[in-house]
């Protein structure tokens, strides 16, 4: 029994051990013009609260912490990003087009009004990206008022 016990903690270790040379690629590219903070004049509160609580997921550059670089945490993680990059990418703002702009932005302010975002294991690990009522109330704002802007432009044009 004990040499069943030896074996299996001995082989879960070297598994452990293997799968961290399988790691994800890391989300670490450049801030380039399109670039929602080049697009768009943003309000220096409201680009605190996008880079604290948004950012990691939602653009082409992570903040990683030393945890994310630990199999299997760093392949959860990674699956994190490539779905919220695919929700929103706000390093691709300059390529998007009107009407999805306003899109995202009503769902920016419905996703955090009913504190689906950020995720709940994000908010558990970084208490920064936790929200207060305030922040979100100045967020929604903030999206409400840039989405009536684009919509005044779209209409001048």
């Given at each position: 029994m004990r040499r069943i016990l030896r074996f299996s903690i001995i082989f879960l270790l070297l598994a452990f051990f293997a799968?961290?040379?399988?790691?994800?690629e890391k989300n670490s590219g450049e801030v380039s013009s399109n670039?929602?903070?080049?697009?768009v004049e943003v309000p220096e509160n409201i680009q605190t609260l996008l880079t604290t609580a948004c950012m990691d997921c939602h653009s082409d550059h992570t903040n990683y912490w030393w945890?994310?670089?630990?199999?299997?945490?760093?392949?959860?993680?990674?699956?994190?990003?490539?779905?919220?990059?695919s929700e929103l990418n706000f390093s691709e703002w300059?390529?998007?087009d009107i009407f999805e702009k306003i899109t995202k932005l009503e769902e920016i302010c419905q996703e955090t009004k009913r504190k689906s975002m950020p995720l709940k294991s994000y908010r558990a690990i970084h208490p920064?990206?936790?929200?207060?009522d305030e922040q979100i109330?100045?967020?929604?704002?903030?999206?409400t008022k840039l989405a009536e802007e684009l919509l005044t432009n779209a209409a001048g044009e």
């Open positions: 799968i961290q040379f399988f790691q994800p670039h929602i903070f080049n697009q945890y994310n670089h630990i199999a299997p945490v760093s392949w959860m993680v990674s699956d994190h990003i490539t779905e919220g990059k300059g390529t998007m920064k990206a936790k929200l207060s109330a100045e967020l929604c704002d903030w999206t």
